[in-house]
């Protein structure tokens, strides 16, 4: 099983959106609210290069923002 | 062959599927998402019947209430690429490779965030520049940043970053702020907010991640400097109707131009509803309003034929 951290925001949809595909899917995830937490902030940018939420991390492989796709393909739903 | 296809899924399209729906049209809807650009709003106030709801919620509304629909297909998540005639019907060719026929079409794709094309935007997309204010405000704790847009939209980015920016500059092509006066009364009375009016960005500067902005004064001619680590554009919308090609008479801005009693366009079969017409007034309760009349119309429409 591949470990899957999200970095979010409290307000951000695209976050949400996420959780809850994660929900659905029956799959088990680490959240970070980058909001409030420093470090947890730092290690998005240096993973993503950049500073937008949420940042999805599959096993080590990166996701910026939230595609539904992309994320069945990385967890082989499909 | 469908009766009636529907192209969106913000209020529009899903008030335009139910309404077909119940009418016991052959229909179907395509859409990439559900509820619209409200989908990032933290909170709707003004949907009529609702006191708050978030646009998160707003969009499970609207496609639960589509979904409790007998009899109309919906395909999800897929995008129109293009609309071709055919033998007096239309062609509608979409990502996912789907070719549906149709009699009738109702475009209700809305619009999009308006970028500034200006060099250093797209290369610092999401690297200092940012389009969704209540997403990605917190991330610019103790940064210096920056507003593009005086209306509503650029004075709620900056109550959005209120919180965690501790400089906010406000920039303004106009001669004056134009979002409501409650909440430039409110951005007045903070000291962290400067205002450039008469400001035009015209570089977005930096090097891993955004340093600054570059703006020139109309009223003086000067080109000036200011040192931000964030970028949040917020200067209005562009109409997602790029997709019909020459098939529909459009506005100088790409908006379909409509009969405002029927939303029929100007080519026969094709009806418009919401943000992506000539409409005045953009609104989610326009949208759906609107919609409901143009189904209306195409039922009668298909009715005579």
Request: include cysteine; charged fraction near 25%; hydrophobic fraction near 40%.
């Amino acid at each position: 099983m591949k470990s899957i951290k999200i970095y979010s925001t409290p307000a951000c949809v695209y976050c949400k959106m996420a959780k809850d595909f994660f929900k659905k899917n029956n799959i088990q995830y680490e959240e970070y609210n980058v909001a409030e937490d420093e470090k947890a902030r730092e290690e998005m940018v240096e993973k993503s290069h950049q500073l937008g939420v949420p940042v999805i991390d599959i096993g080590g492989e990166i996701f910026v923002g939230f595609n539904r796709a992309d994320l069945e393909k990385a967890l082989e739903l499909k | 062959m469908y009766d009636f296809v529907i192209i969106g899924g913000g209020p529009a399209g899903v008030a335009a599927g139910v309404y077909a729906a119940r009418k016991k049209i052959k229909s179907a809807l395509i859409t990439d998402g559900f509820g619209g650009q409200s989908l990032v709003s933290a909170d709707i106030q003004n949907w009529i019947g609702t006191k708050s709801v978030s646009g998160f919620d707003f969009s499970k509304m609207l496609e639960d209430h589509l979904r409790a629909q007998e009899g109309i297909e919906i395909f999800y998540p897929d995008l129109v690429e293009r609309v071709d005639k055919a033998d007096g019907n239309f062609q509608i060719s979409t990502r996912e490779g789907k070719i549906l026929e149709a009699k009738t079409i109702l475009v209700a794709t809305g619009s999009r965030r308006r970028k500034l094309n200006v060099p250093g935007e797209k290369e610092f997309d999401g690297k200092g520049v940012a389009y969704c204010s209540i997403c990605d405000a917190p991330i610019f704790k103790n940064k210096v940043t920056a507003v593009v847009g005086g209306g509503n939209a650029g004075l709620e980015a900056v109550r959005d970053l209120l919180a965690y920016s501790p400089k906010i500059y406000l920039l303004q092509r106009g001669q004056a702020l134009k979002g409501d006066p409650l909440t430039q009364e409110m951005i007045a009375k903070e000291a962290k907010v400067t205002v450039f009016l008469n400001a035009i960005t015209t570089e977005i500067i930096g090097d891993k991640f955004v340093t600054g902005l570059r703006y020139k004064d109309v009223k003086t001619g000067e080109e000036k400097e200011l040192k931000v680590d964030g970028v949040f554009v917020e200067i209005g919308s562009v109409p997602n109707t790029e997709f019909l090609g020459g098939l529909v008479e459009k506005n100088e801005w790409g908006e379909i131009i409509i009969d405002h009693k029927t939303q029929r366009a100007s080519q026969e079969g094709i009806w418009a509803a919401g943000d992506a017409t000539d409409v005045l007034y953009k609104q989610n309760n326009i949208s759906a309003g609107d919609a409901v009349k143009a189904v209306l119309n195409i039922y009668d429409y298909l009715n005579k034929q």
